[in-house]
Nanobody
Framework: QVQLVESGGDSVRAGGSLRLSCVAS????????MAWFRQAPGKEREGVAAIDSNGGTNYADSVKWRFIVSRDNAENTLFLQMNSLKPEDTAMYYC????????????????????WGKGTLVTISS
């Protein structure tokens, strides 16, 4: 079992930056794919960014060149650096992990996510 706990969500103005964190605890795996998803009110959940144990990354077109996904393996922490934030980035952000998964460019993690956090809220005002 893996537990994922997100933090870093806040309310900021457009153009600002935030850094989300997701601490993973419990079982560890040598191969994994972790991802950030978001869900805005009234909208479907969408993948934002993904990273795998080989360093592969993938980004949704809507956040490319603005968001950066990374992971500190020593601290078992996933990050999402979000820059040039826009009101349309407002959403609940979730991190998730797919055990034994890998990034497929243009898609994200190749397996269904096995574990999910409870989310952290990001609100961007204009």
């Amino acid at each position: 079992q893996v537990q994922l706990v997100e933090s870093g969500g806040d309310s900021v103005r457009a153009g600002g930056s935030l850094r989300l964190s997701c601490v993973a605890s419990g079982s560890t795996y040598s191969q994994w794919c972790m991802a950030w998803f978001r869900q805005a009110p009234g909208k479907e959940r969408e993948g934002v960014a993904a990273i795998d144990s080989n360093g592969g990354t993938n980004y949704a077109d809507s956040v490319k060149w603005r968001f950066i996904v990374s992971r500190d393996n020593a601290e078992n922490t996933l990050f999402l650096q979000m820059n040039s934030l826009k009101p349309e980035d407002t959403a609940m952000y979730y991190c998730a992990e797919a055990v034994l998964g890998a990034v497929v460019v243009g898609h994200g993690c190749n397996y269904d996510m096995d574990y999910w956090g409870k989310g952290t809220l990001v609100t961007i005002s204009s």
